[in-house]
């Protein structure tokens, strides 16, 4: 690879995307989310499907690819065309980031409409530091006992999508979470400090 401009933001985004990749696999570890992740042996058909896809991949492509296959979480079935973004701002490295990205379905339906608000805006910056920590804020609203809906879920992703229409720019991580506590506290979820919310 040569060593221009070029070359370094290759390699920045290659180290990203790994670093991506290792953020994904910690997270599916983690076992103290309400919604677990789905089972991998569920997921069978949606990974042949995958190997059809040349990676890395776009949304699109992989809507195109898997888009009308469903996946059951909790009682539900969801479209993976319901989960991820159709759009070529969004970018999966391996097939092991495309299978992560579905596998919290509320937290994905959510960060879809935030990644879809964006779609039409080049000039609207969203990278991965900021995307993860929207992630962790929704999966945290996921991981409240007391609100069985996901409600938290629905209203800060409403938040932010009418945040990126009405000023056109995308909250910080911190407002986000900041909104999320206060919703916590608002409708009596209890946000310990020492928690992702706890600001």
């Known amino acids: 690879m040569a060593d221009d401009k070029r ?3 290759k390699q920045a985004r290659d180290a990203e995307r790994r670093q991506q990749e290792r953020d994904i696999e910690t997270e599916r570890e983690r076992g103290d989310e309400r919604e677990p992740p789905v089972e991998a042996t569920t997921l069978g058909d949606i990974e042949t499907a995958l190997e059809s896809v040349e ?20 009682g539900e079935r969801y479209a993976i065309e319901a989960l991820v973004p159709e759009t070529e701002r969004e970018t999966f490295d391996s097939q092991t980031a495309a299978r992560a990205a579905v596998q919290r379905p509320t937290v994905a339906a959510a960060m879809k409409r935030v990644v879809e608000s964006i779609g039409t805006r080049p000039d609207v910056e ?3 530091s900021q995307r993860n920590a929207y992630e962790l804020t929704f999966r945290a609203l996921g991981s409240i006992d007391a609100d069985d809906d996901d409600e938290g879920i629905t209203v800060i992703g409403d938040w932010i999508v009418d945040r ?3 000023t056109g720019t995308l909250p910080s991580s ?5 909104r999320a ?15 992702w919310l706890g600001m």
């Open 181 to 195: 506590a206060e919703f916590c506290r608002t409708n009596g979820y209890q946000v310990r400090v020492d928690e």
């Open 7 to 9: 070359g370094r933001e």
């Open 174 to 178: 911190r407002a986000v979470r900041r």
């Open 126 to 128: 969203f990278d991965w």
């Open 164 to 166: 990126v229409r009405e």
């Open 55 to 74: 990676f890395p991949a776009t949304g699109t492509d992989v809507v195109a690819a898997i888009g009308d296959h469903t996946i059951e979480s909790r």
